[in-house]
T-cell receptor, first 114, second 115 residues
Framework: AAGVIQSPRHLIKEKRETATLKCYPI?????VYWYQQGPGQDPQFLIS???????DKGSIPDRFSAQQFSDYHSELNMSSLELGDSALYFC?????????????FGPGTRLTVL | AQKVTQAQTEISVVEKEDVTLDCVYE???????LFWYKQPPSGELVFLIR??????QNEISGRYSWNFQKSTSSFNFTITASQVVDSAVYFC????????????FGKGTKLTVNP
């Protein structure tokens, strides 16, 4: 079965650079969630989208923005990168009316900021 | 506010031992879902189980079993006859049905199974 696809899988950036992480949900899924997991930490919710509209927002820095496109894929844009942004970024998706409480996770993008 | 507590930060056992990972949760929602995820060193989150708040039946899947007790707000996870491949960080998580769909994770328990 198709899974959530995240690209790139690994990304190395310098401080103050920008990064764009992409998430392709499971086909027919209409909801996307982004989580950030720092080293040795638990995943923390950043933001979610349902039908291309932002549905919930967590502790997402103002330097980050995200959107969901017409094909339901989502992009997380991160500007003015800081060392503390180094983390594993997970995207998850579901079909809201069916899987409301289950989120299918992608493999993650490991971002390293030098 | 929702909260998940995994009091055990790290556990180390010898292969074939049984081990129980504890999870205590807090929520004001009457309907909620509890999850366990496994995160091996490679980093991906592997879904293990989902349990809704109305289903207190314990579940067994091979060497894994889960004990859900609403009276103590606990959802504990037991691995029987542990194996080296069980070494990973295990997260307990909660999502309520009170508006926010976000998963709230515990801090995780790092399990090391030694040969």
């Amino acid at each position: 079965a198709a899974g959530v696809i995240q690209s790139p899988r690994h990304l190395i950036k310098e401080k103050r650079e920008t990064a764009t992480l992409k998430c392709y949900p499971i086909p027919r899924h209409d909801t996307v969630y982004w989580y950030q997991q720092g080293p040795g930490q638990d995943p923390q919710f950043l933001i979610s989208f349902y039908e291309k509209m932002q549905s919930d927002k967590g502790s997402i820095p103002d330097r980050f923005s995200a959107q969901q496109f017409s094909d339901y894929h989502s992009e997380l844009n991160m500007s003015s990168l800081e060392l503390g942004d180094s983390a594993l970024y997970f995207c998850a998706s579901n079909l809201a009316e069916v899987d409301f409480n289950e989120q299918f996770f992608g493999p993650g993008t490991r971002l390293t900021v030098l | 506010a929702q909260k998940v507590t995994q009091a055990q930060t790290e556990i180390s056992v010898v292969e074939k031992e049984d081990v129980t990972l504890d999870c205590v949760y807090e929520t004001r929602d009457t309907t909620y879902y509890l999850f366990w995820y496994k995160q091996p060193p490679s980093g991906e989150l592997v879904f293990l189980i989902r349990r809704n708040s109305f289903d207190e039946q314990n579940e067994i899947s091979g060497r894994y079993s889960w004990n859900f007790q609403k009276s103590t707000s606990s959802f504990n996870f037991t691995i029987t006859a542990s194996q080296v491949v069980d070494s990973a960080v295990y997260f307990c998580a909660l999502v309520g049905q009170g508006g926010s769909e976000k998963l709230v994770f515990g801090k995780g328990t790092k399990l090391t199974v030694n040969p």
